[in-house]
């Protein structure tokens, strides 16, 4: 089975940086998207950014700019993210799009950045 395990989540300050790490197991993962959604309290899961097997990366608007993610080894997917906003504040949850009806989670990490 496909296992992801999140870590870095924590309390930051606004402005202030976390780094998050997400370790997947289980398969080969170099020709596998990797990413990061997030779910704050009331609102719908929100995607946050992915890097693909190819090596493209994107983002949601919402941290462009502020978040970089990076693929460090082939099983090992980070997202930097600098000049926190309160709105950042959420439980981010490593992600894996297997293939079409299976999609990977890992348990999730929470971010709480304080005002």
């Known amino acids: 089975q496909v296992q992801l395990v999140e870590s870095g989540g924590g309390l930051v300050q606004a402005g202030g940086s976390l780094r998050l790490s997400c370790t997947a197991s289980?398969?080969?993962?170099?020709?596998?998207?990797l990413g990061w959604y997030r779910q704050a309290p009331g609102k719908r899961r929100e995607w946050v950014a992915h890097v693909t097997g190819g090596g493209a990366i994107d983002y949601a608007d919402s941290v462009k700019g502020r978040f970089i993610i990076s693929k460090d080894s082939e099983n090992t997917v980070i997202l930097q993210m600098t000049r926190t906003k309160p709105e950042d504040t959420a439980v981010y949850y490593c992600?894996?799009?297997?293939?079409?009806?299976?999609?990977?989670w890992g348990q999730g990490t929470q971010v709480t950045v304080s005002s």
């Open positions: 289980g398969t080969t993962f170099s020709d596998y998207t």
């Open positions: 992600w894996l799009p297997y293939t079409i009806g299976q999609e990977w």
